[in-house]
């Protein structure tokens, strides 16, 4: 489970056209942010949250001939597409991106409702600028979305579970006819489907006790399917294209080994070719030209990102874009002729969106990134990798932020990442870091046990060590930055989403003191509840979260769960505890959050409870960004004495719209 943060443009509002309504309104000009001593200029909120000039999510056109993006349209968020060749812009009321259809005239939507996660795929035909976006899977309580596309075809490949909601099953979309033909049927238990360039299904991955089978089918739709290899649950095998090598694919596995590497896989007994691996981490991506049918560069991120490109043209393209900083890459797409590709560079104090020529390896500064117009008046704090030792030996890595103009030891926030099977990276994106060393915190992000990207080995130590050794690699961090004077341990605070929340809470239950306070947003308090209301498309993954934390169905582990549940101990709670929930959360229920802030006032505990009555797990609206925000730093300077900007008029354009 993931923090949703608000690091997109359609997530933003307008500035100045809602400005000058509260103006009106209020017949206030202008509100300043208050200023400390001296100190570097606060960043209002609302420049993080609900950026006027921001946009993002550029992409160009399969033909190269278009150009789309999300921003501002109006008072909230809009689609943008561009003729490149006339310069005609148009606009659609779209909260959200999405991706070109292969037609390069469509766009193709996943959209929900509050964060619900039940999305529906919608299609916009650009050609009728009038014309509003199609939903086609209309089919209430269900979860659908693009399997893949097919490169010879403008036909979608869809996967739904709106037979049976814990599995899905595989449909094609025929973009001429309008028509949704079922092509493969779950029997149940089918975790992925391999679908190949001519929209046929030719795999499975059924899970079988602990193991996933794969399958082919026979000859006919009557035959039965064969089993060709087994791969153990808990390794990791995603294709990613067919080979050219006929009957083979390409794929990122760590079967037999500990690291996720580039292979090319044999579909009929699924012996391993490795094409590229790295000793240090997982492969967290791959580049594929569909020009030349073959992966083209892949992706690492051992402390900061590094590519490694096979292909000397995207090499040379890469190396353009870094320089010698170590800027973040996020390469969005290329056009069918592989001329044109739209990039992101993400540096600690600025950075923009591309669109690269890879012919004359030149390119077009599309927009800055906000936090390129913030560092023109405020500088922005650079965020450092930094690596500990575990008491039982693990290295451990992650990033320390400093706040610019403060002395240490620093106040600091021990910012959690979610999943907990994810990871922080360098220069992600996240506003939430340059917003709290903005407000005077040093922000340390640790990438505990259990975290993915560093092997195997390393997130199976999380075993059976929620509220465990999990919870001791943050205090291990600390304690070792407290020793060198970075850190002031009496001015610490825990923040998280997700799973980050739950360790917030495990922070003031399971080691009270150590932590001044605590900000948990939709974080879990009681695991096995999480485990007994999972949405029923969690099905397939539930066999991962018994083998870590336990099973709620036997009653030993039951109690094992409850004794590493915050709600259990909230008599033991030394100081306040912050909790915001998405009413429509379906992975973590709000009821989560609800009962956690009554068992800390039925024992005399502060905390404060704040609802968001259309966001579900992580907040995607700028009016819940901004008052989750204002909460925060509110908060953490009553507990932590750092800086606040306090009331922004935004907040009054939060209620009204």
């Known amino acids: 489970m993931k923090r949703n943060t608000p690091t997109t443009a359609f997530n933003r509002l307008t500035r100045w056209g809602l400005t000058a309504l509260i103006a009106a309104l209020t017949g206030c000009a202008s509100m300043p942010s208050p200023s400390n001593n001296g100190a570097h200029a ?13 946009s993002g999510a550029y992409q160009i056109s399969p033909d190269g001939q278009r150009l789309m993006w999300v921003a501002r349209l109006g008072l909230g968020p809009g689609l943008f597409v561009k003729h490149l060749k006339t310069g005609q812009p148009h606009s659609y009321k ?52 693009i399997l893949r596309s097919l490169p010879q075809s403008n036909d979608l490949i869809i996967a739904s579970n709106r037979r049976d909601p814990k599995f899905d099953d595989v449909y094609r979309y025929n973009m001429a006819t309008g028509e949704l033909k079922l092509l493969a049927t779950n029997p149940g238990h089918v975790g992925s489907w391999l679908v190949n360039d001519d929209g046929q ?50 794929a990122v596995s760590n079967r037999g080994r500990d690291k996720m590497a580039l292979v090319e896989i044999n579909l009929h007994d699924g012996a391993e070719r490795v094409e590229h691996a790295d000793a240090r981490v997982d492969l967290a991506g791959v580049r594929w030209s569909r020009l030349q049918n073959r992966p083209v560069a892949v992706v690492a991120e051992p402390d900061t990102q590094e590519w490694r490109a096979f292909d000397p043209t995207l090499a040379q393209a890469l190396k353009t874009l870094k320089g010698q900083t170590d800027a973040r890459i996020s390469i969005h797409n290329l056009s069918d002729d592989e001329r044109w590709m ?61 706040p610019p103009g403060v002395a240490k030891p620093y106040p600091t ?32 992000q640790v990438n505990y046990r259990g975290s993915s990207g560093y092997g195997k080995k390393f997130q199976e130590a999380a075993q059976s060590e929620f509220a465990g050794k999990m919870h001791s690699d943050l205090t291990d961090a600390v304690n070792a930055l407290a020793a060198q004077g970075t850190v002031d341990p009496q001015r610490v605070a825990i923040a998280g989403a997700s799973y980050g929340g739950y360790a917030s809470l495990v922070g003031m239950t399971h080691t009270p003191g150590q932590f001044r306070c ?33 099973n709620p169905a036997d009653p030993a582990q039951r109690a094992a769960l409850q004794e590493r549940s915050p709600l259990f101990k909230a008599d033991r709670v030394q100081g306040p505890i912050l909790l915001m929930h998405g009413v429509h959360d379906p992975r973590v229920k709000v009821s989560q959050s609800l009962q956690m802030a009554q068992a800390l006032r039925a024992n005399g505990k502060p905390v404060e409870l704040v609802l968001f009555d259309k966001a579900g797990h992580g907040f995607q609206r700028w009016q819940d960004n901004l008052v989750a925000y204002r909460k925060t730093e509110d908060f953490l300077a009553r507990c932590l004495g750092g800086r606040t900007a306090g009331f922004d008029f935004f907040e009054l354009g939060a209620k009204l719209f």
Do not use: C
């Open 413 to 444: 926030v021990v910012l959690v990442h979610g999943g907990p099977w994810a990871r922080d990276v360098h220069l992600n994106g996240d506003p939430i870091q340059l917003f709290l060393t903005n407000r005077g915190y040093a922000v340390l």
């Open 201 to 250: 299904v030719i795999g499975r991955a059924r899970l079988d006790g602990e193991e996933w089978v794969f399958e082919t089918p026979g000859t006919t739709p009557t035959d039965a399917w064969t089993s060709n290899f087994h791969v153990s649950y808990f390794d990791t095998v995603t294709p990613v294209a067919p080979s050219a090598t006929p009957g083979h694919w390409w």
């Open 518 to 550: 605590a900000i948990s947003t939709v974080g879990m308090s009681d695991m096995a509840a999480l485990l007994d209301d999972a949405p029923p498309y969690w099905e397939l993954g539930k066999p991962k979260w018994i083998r870590y934390v336990g």
């Open 342 to 402: 739209s990039a992101t560079v993400t540096r600690h104090n600025g950075g923009e969106h591309v669109l690269y020529d890879l012919k004359n390896h030149s390119f077009e500064v599309l927009a800055e990134l906000g936090r390129s117009r913030v560092n023109a008046t405020t500088p922005l704090a650079p965020q450092q990798p930094v690596t500990f030792k575990s008491q039982d030996g693990l290295d451990l890595h992650g990033y320390l932020s400093l």
């Open 42 to 54: 606060l960043i209002p909120v609302r420049d993080l949250v609900a950026d006027w000039n921001g």
């Open 94 to 145: 779209i909260p959200g991106g999405g991706v070109w259809a292969r037609d390069s005239r469509h766009i193709l939507l996943h959209l929900s409702t509050h964060g619900n996660e039940n999305t529906h795929v919608w299609m916009l035909d650009t050609d009728q600028s009038g014309q509003a976006a199609r939903n086609l899977t209309p089919f209430a309580g269900a979860r659908s979305y």
